[in-house]
């Protein structure tokens, strides 16, 4: 195996070798971490890592960036917690927790595709916004959700398995369709690839450029009312650092942040991966503090794998 497909089969397959190397060292140094209480827990943890990683998988594909995925995440989870409040209705609530998240990527997406602003300065400004919105909507005060149908999307079980992990499943492999057999997934690595080709080529890029900025938002939305469903109450806090970890995730799973080149399934096994990491770190007694620094490195590492990997 030369060089070049040796680079190429660590970009397709490297992450998942990876992972199995990460899961047999905590085997080894806690062999209790692996219990079946723990691994469903812990791949409870990593859906919602996923879910929100899915979107901004969507975003980079597309050579673009979305810093407000957690502000957007807390928003429509403290949304949904207050409509739930005063409707009594799971469904009402979770239509507003989505309509929230698609209309903020309706708005990033608009500004960056009609207004031609850097989706990095856009997002930013929507995250800075959705935070404000946060505080001004709660007062800085949690909204408790006692609402049995609504909490069931992230306490219940169905056949034995938590709920968040089969909606992440179904989103994932709705998105595997959408990317390898539909229109949309051609667009979207087309214009991560090369904007002005597929523009030149007479594709409405500005208008798919919204739709990606939707779904984005639309997820990011989702992730918001699992969560609080599963913590039984909407937190303002809530969606803080998860722009991070979705990021990670995606660049772990292999999509390159210059766009045009990625797979869906890959953003899973990057979340399973800092899921891994994460807990990995708790079950040994690291401290909280440390874990930032963990991932900081862990996503320039990845990053400097990607450009090292697009060289070869």
Same mark, same amino acid.
């Given at each position: ?115 031609? &602003?850097?989706?990095? +300065?856009?997002?930013? =400004?929507?995250?800075? %916004? @959705?935070?404000?919105? !946060? *505080?001004?909507? #709660? ?21 034995? &398995?938590?709920?968040? +992990?089969?909606?992440? =499943?179904?989103?994932? %492999? @709705?998105?595997?369709? !959408? *990317?390898?057999? #539909? ?21 409405? &890029? ?11 938002? @639309? ?94």
């Amino acid at each position: 195996m030369n060089r070049t497909s040796a680079a190429r089969f660590f970009r397709l397959y490297g992450m998942i070798l990876v992972l199995i190397v990460l899961v047999a060292a905590l085997r080894i140094l806690q062999p209790r971490a692996l219990g079946m209480a723990n691994v469903l827990n812990l791949a409870r943890q990593i859906s919602i890592t996923a879910l929100v990683s899915a979107g901004q998988t969507l975003v980079i594909l597309a050579a673009q960036i979305d810093l407000s995925v957690g502000s957007v995440l807390g928003l429509a989870g403290v949304v949904a917690a207050g409509v739930l409040r005063d409707t009594d209705s799971a469904a009402m609530a979770v239509a507003a927790g989505l309509g929230v998240g698609a209309a903020c990527g309706f708005a990033n997406g608009i500004v960056v595709a009609k207004g031609k &602003v850097a989706s990095f +300065i856009v997002t930013l =400004a929507t995250l800075g %916004v @959705a935070n404000g919105v !946060i *505080l001004l909507y #709660t007062g800085a005060r949690p909204i408790a959700v006692q609402n049995d149908d609504f909490m069931y999307l992230g306490e219940g079980k169905w056949l034995g &398995v938590p709920v968040p +992990i089969i909606l992440a =499943a179904i989103v994932y %492999v @709705a998105l595997w369709f !959408i *990317l390898s057999r #539909t229109r949309f997934g051609r667009y979207n690595y087309a214009i991560g690839g090369n904007e002005l080709a597929t523009r030149l080529a007479g594709v409405p &890029v500005d208008r798919y450029k919204i739709y990606i900025f939707m779904s984005a938002g @639309a997820l990011a939305g989702l992730t918001g009312i699992v969560l609080t469903a599963r913590l039984g109450s909407g937190v303002p806090t809530l969606g803080i650092g998860f722009e991070l970890v979705s990021i990670t995730a995606v660049v772990l799973g292999g999509t390159s942040l210059f766009g045009g080149e990625g797979r869906i399934w890959g953003t899973l096994v990057g979340a399973a991966i800092t899921g891994v990491i994460t807990n990995g770190l708790s079950i040994l007694g690291v401290g909280a503090y440390y874990q930032p620094v963990v991932t900081g490195i862990v996503i320039l590492v990845a990053v400097l794998a990607d450009r090292w990997l697009r060289a070869t």
